[in-house]
């Protein structure tokens, strides 16, 4: 297990940012880790605000308060179960670099951010910001449904390509997977755009397969006639996964592997955590 290991968790209040505080602080005490907890005011949210003038009046002080009794809550639930430190930062500027920006100068490894989940009135099927977060972040992220509330999870649902990046990424689902003595299901999902056979896809396990040292893990291909994430969604419901995990390298990875139509169709990944390694 890495030393150091930092965890950034942006917070608006909202029910929402509270489950994925939730999230962070298990995975804290797991990772034995530093939790950071970041606001940055929007200025939508914060109408009566100048925005040269931040700092003062109560907003200020009530934005100043509510993190500090975050910070305590954090510290007494989980400091002692493992948790190394937790500490809280106002940070102005637009939501989403400046939220890459303090994760990346802290040199954290994972952010762990709530999400609103389907808008109707979105493109994104899990939401602008969380969208373009993902596609630029150079940090893993684990993204956080609204009304997903923390469980232990007892299955990790990987979804690969057998690319070389398998080998390293599924070491950090293997240790996650390990504080938790949880499953860990390998799946390459066929589509008509991108098909291998069952001959293949067993030269392909046989390659990554020494690569993974753990025990309770399978491999699964699954053949889907429509888009790949589709098929993600129906192995997701019928195997019971509690988190989907992949591996993207890519920008504008959402709209390649959720194809933007989908996005009211793929109900179950609203209800589920999903967690993004970016960083080898």
Same mark, same amino acid.
């Given at each position: 297990?890495?030393? @150091?290991? !930092?965890?950034?968790?942006?917070?608006?209040?909202?029910?929402?940012?509270?489950? $994925?505080?939730?999230?962070?602080?298990?995975?804290?005490?797991?990772? #034995?880790? /530093?939790?950071?907890?970041?606001?940055?005011?929007? !200025? %939508? /949210?914060? &109408?009566?605000?100048?925005?040269?003038?931040?700092?003062?009046?109560? #907003?200020? +002080?009530?934005?100043?308060?509510?993190? @500090?009794?975050?910070?305590?809550?954090?510290? %007494?639930?989980?400091?002692?179960?493992?948790? !190394?430190?937790? &500490?809280?930062?106002?940070?102005?500027?637009?939501?989403? =670099?400046?939220?890459?920006?303090? $994760?990346? @100068?802290?040199?954290?490894?994972?952010?762990?951010?709530?999400?609103?989940?389907?808008?109707?009135?979105?493109?994104?099927?899990?939401? =602008?910001?969380?969208?373009?977060?993902?596609?630029?972040?150079?940090?893993?992220?684990?993204?956080?449904?609204?009304?997903?509330?923390?469980?232990?999870?007892?299955?990790?649902?990987?979804?690969? /390509?057998?690319?070389?990046?398998?080998?390293?990424?599924?070491?950090?689902?293997?240790?996650? $997977?390990?504080?938790?003595? +949880? %499953?860990?299901?390998?799946?390459?999902?066929?589509?008509?755009?991108?098909?291998?056979?069952?001959?293949?896809? &067993? =030269?392909?396990? #046989?390659?990554?397969?020494?690569?993974?040292?753990?025990?309770?893990?399978? *491999?699964?291909?699954?053949?889907?006639?429509?888009?790949?994430?589709?098929?993600?969604?129906?192995?997701?419901?019928?195997? !019971?996964?509690?988190?989907?995990? =992949?591996?993207?390298?890519?920008?504008?990875?959402?709209? #390649?592997? *959720?194809?933007?139509?989908?996005?009211?169709?793929?109900?179950? *990944?609203?209800?589920?955590?999903?967690?993004?390694?970016?960083?080898?």
């Amino acid at each position: 297990m890495k030393e @150091n290991f !930092k965890i950034v968790c942006p917070t608006d209040f909202s029910e929402c940012s509270l489950n $994925a505080i939730e999230y962070a602080s298990k995975l804290g005490e797991k990772y #034995q880790a /530093d939790l950071y907890l970041v606001h940055v005011p929007d !200025k %939508e /949210d914060y &109408q009566k605000l100048s925005s040269n003038d931040f700092h003062s009046g109560d #907003q200020y +002080s009530f934005i100043k308060k509510k993190l @500090n009794s975050l910070v305590s809550t954090v510290n %007494e639930e989980s400091i002692s179960k493992g948790l !190394k430190s937790c &500490q809280a930062e106002i940070k102005e500027g637009k939501i989403v =670099t400046s939220i890459l920006e303090y $994760a990346e @100068n802290l040199k954290a490894d994972l952010i762990v951010m709530g999400t609103e989940g389907v808008n109707d009135f979105k493109t994104n099927f899990i939401g =602008t910001r969380s969208s373009n977060l993902v596609d630029n972040s150079e940090i893993d992220v684990m993204l956080i449904p609204r009304k997903v509330y923390f469980k232990t999870p007892r299955k990790f649902v990987y979804a690969t /390509d057998y690319v070389e990046e398998d080998k390293i990424a599924i070491q950090k689902v293997v240790e996650l $997977a390990g504080f938790f003595d +949880s %499953e860990i299901d390998l799946v390459h999902v066929s589509s008509r755009s991108k098909t291998i056979d069952k001959s293949l896809h &067993q =030269t392909m396990v #046989q390659e990554i397969e020494p690569f993974i040292k753990y025990e309770k893990k399978t *491999f699964v291909l699954k053949s889907y006639r429509d888009e790949p994430g589709l098929g993600l969604e129906n192995y997701l419901i019928t195997a !019971k996964g509690d988190m989907l995990v =992949t591996l993207s390298k890519k920008k504008s990875w959402f709209d #390649q592997l *959720f194809a933007k139509n989908l996005s009211r169709k793929m109900s179950y *990944f609203i209800n589920k955590p999903l967690y993004v390694i970016k960083n080898l």
